[in-house]
């Protein structure tokens, strides 16, 4: 019996042939949606950024910040990431901090999978997907990604996997931790994670003259840029 005649009789039986693929429930967000962030953890954006060791092996690492305070959850270098690998470091993450109300995700097989799907489906927090070829819908994580190129990435060889998460660990605390930010009133990213109401501080005028703190910087040879 062909297809088209089995097909003709379900019709006619008023059946229904079933859906091998069902349908996603990933909750994704508007792009007219958007609003600027107002608190802590109301929205994260995520990205993936590459380097390698110095025996040339590859390296693929999560980056998370949240849009509201600077602050900067994980750092985490791997050799290789899947979906689950995905779900098991925010599972980490949101441990120590909290949930977020929404991730920025760029459309990468990582952050599409179904491992990631079901777990924002469980815990309630919208995937804020961006458009494909459209950086600028995840700025705030291209803004930090940069920094951690330029500050980090290319100023380090790093010998092994230990030796990276060591350096990009040192290199999140400073940032976190010390570095004041323009953008939120020249405090750090932590003042603003442990203010109970999670508001943004009054901003504050740099004393004329003085630069803002900085940070101590590596003054060897620069690693070459990976492109």
Same mark, same amino acid.
């Given at each position: 019996?062909?297809?088209?005649?089995?097909?003709?009789?379900?019709?006619?039986?008023?059946?229904?042939?079933?859906?091998?693929?069902?349908?996603?429930?990933?909750?994704?967000?508007?792009?007219?949606?958007?609003?600027?962030?107002?608190?802590?953890?109301?929205?994260?954006?995520?990205?993936?950024?590459?380097?390698?060791?110095?025996?040339?092996?590859?390296?693929?690492?999560?980056? #998370? /910040?949240?849009? =509201? *305070? &600077?602050?900067?959850?994980?750092? @985490?270098?791997? !050799?290789?990431?899947?979906?689950?690998?995905?779900?098991?470091?925010?599972?980490?993450?949101?441990?120590?901090?909290?949930?977020?109300?929404?991730?920025?995700?760029?459309?990468?097989?990582?952050?599409?999978?179904?491992?990631?799907?079901?777990?924002?489906?469980?815990?309630? #927090? /919208?995937?804020? =997907? *961006? &458009?494909?070829?459209?950086?600028? @819908?995840?700025? !705030?994580?291209?803004?930090?990604?940069?920094?951690?190129?330029?500050?980090?990435?290319?100023?380090?060889?790093?010998?092994?996997?230990?030796?990276?998460?060591?350096?990009?660990?040192?290199?999140?605390?400073?940032?976190?931790?010390?570095?004041?930010?323009?953008?939120?009133?020249?405090?750090?990213?932590?003042?603003?994670?442990?203010?109970?109401?999670?508001?943004?501080?009054?901003?504050?005028?740099?004393?004329?003259?003085?630069?803002?703190?900085?940070?101590?910087?590596?003054?060897?040879?620069?690693?070459?840029?990976?492109?």
């Amino acid at each position: 019996m062909n297809p088209k005649r089995i097909y003709r009789l379900y019709k006619e039986m008023d059946l229904q042939l079933r859906n091998k693929v069902p349908k996603r429930r990933v909750k994704a967000k508007l792009r007219d949606d958007r609003t600027v962030a107002t608190h802590v953890n109301q929205t994260w954006a995520m990205d993936f950024v590459h380097d390698q060791l110095a025996t040339g092996r590859k390296l693929r690492i999560l980056t #998370v /910040v949240d849009t =509201f *305070s &600077r602050f900067s959850p994980a750092i @985490d270098p791997r !050799f290789s990431y899947r979906g689950e690998d995905v779900v098991r470091a925010l599972e980490r993450i949101c441990g120590e901090v909290g949930y977020p109300k929404a991730i920025r995700v760029d459309q990468g097989s990582e952050f599409i999978s179904r491992d990631l799907d079901l777990w924002a489906y469980q815990k309630d #927090v /919208v995937l804020d =997907f *961006s &458009r494909p070829g459209k950086p600028t @819908d995840n700025a !705030f994580i291209e803004s930090f990604n940069s920094k951690f190129r330029a500050e980090c990435l290319n100023t380090h060889w790093f010998i092994s996997l230990d030796d990276a998460k060591a350096k990009m660990e040192a290199w999140r605390r400073d940032y976190n931790e010390v570095r004041p930010h323009s953008s939120i009133g020249h405090k750090t990213p932590i003042d603003l994670m442990k203010r109970s109401d999670g508001s943004l501080p009054p901003p504050e005028q740099s004393p004329p003259g003085n630069p803002p703190a900085g940070r101590s910087k590596n003054r060897g040879h620069v690693k070459p840029t990976m492109h």
